[in-house]
């Protein structure tokens, strides 16, 4: 069975700073696909920027991208330029092609400081 | 355009209650599924159905009954709430029958059952 890991409950950063957010998973598959999804408070989660598996090159939208590690399973996001509207939980989820099911962590909790 | 919707947004429960919470799409979506949120535990999947007619079981599904008799509307049954039933449900659609990863969600629905 897959797994997602996010070793980071909450981080804080001061606005305007570059912050990492860290993600592994587990899996036998070659070919899937990776998220991350954004919760702020009390409004809904939306998808951030998705990753496929068989493309080496890193997903980037706007000040988010994503610096994917097939060999190590890992699947860190990088919100650089960071502002007030970026403080929000932040899962990162994890789907097989042709399945039904997206996985999801445990999430982050990011705090933006002024 | 409403997205998804879901009513109640909160609601109180005594143990052994029943109640329905509802989740409708207006986007036309052939996907769509229900979720817990639980703390440090992320978002857990409930059910979920590919298409009218169609539902299946997720990863949490025991208390829960689900039904999809419309493309539109995906209700979620507690028949007999139970403390540990305390959470925050997200229903979330899907344009494709084949999941593709992006979730469309609801603003979550606050369920306590005393």
């Known amino acids: 069975a897959q797994t997602v890991t996010q070793s980071q409950p909450e981080m804080s950063v001061q606005e305007a700073e570059t912050v990492t957010l860290s993600c592994t998973y587990d899996?036998?598959?070659?070919?899937?696909?990776l998220f991350w999804y954004k919760q702020p408070p009390s409004r809904q989660m939306i998808l951030v920027i998705r990753q496929e598996a068989y493309k080496q090159q890193n997903a980037t939208e706007n000040r988010f991208s994503v610096n994917f590690q097939k060999a190590a399973k890992s699947f860190s996001l990088k919100i650089s330029d960071s502002q007030l509207g970026d403080t929000a939980m932040y899962f990162c989820?994890?789907?097989?092609?042709?399945?039904?099911?997206?996985?999801f962590g445990k999430g982050t909790r990011l705090h933006i400081l002024p | 355009n409403a997205g998804v919707t879901q009513t109640p947004k909160f609601q109180v429960l005594k143990t052994g209650q029943s109640m329905t919470l509802q989740c409708a799409q207006d986007m036309n979506h052939e996907y769509m599924s229900w979720y817990r949120q639980d703390p440090g535990m992320g978002l857990r999947l409930i059910h979920y159905?590919?298409?009218?007619?169609?539902?299946d079981q997720g990863e949490v599904p025991n208390g829960y009954n689900v039904s999809r008799s419309t493309t539109e509307d995906f209700p979620l049954r507690l028949l007999s709430a139970a403390p540990s039933q305390t959470s925050v449900y997200f229903c979330?659609?899907?344009?494709?029958?084949?999941?593709?990863?992006?979730?469309?969600f609801g603003e979550g629905s606050r369920l306590t059952v005393l």
């Open positions: 159905s590919v298409g009218a007619g169609i539902t």
């Open positions: 989820a994890f789907m097989k092609p042709g399945d039904d099911k997206i996985i």
């Open positions: 979330a659609s899907s344009y494709s029958r084949i999941l593709t990863g992006e979730l469309f």
């Open positions: 899996t036998s598959e070659n070919n899937y696909y």
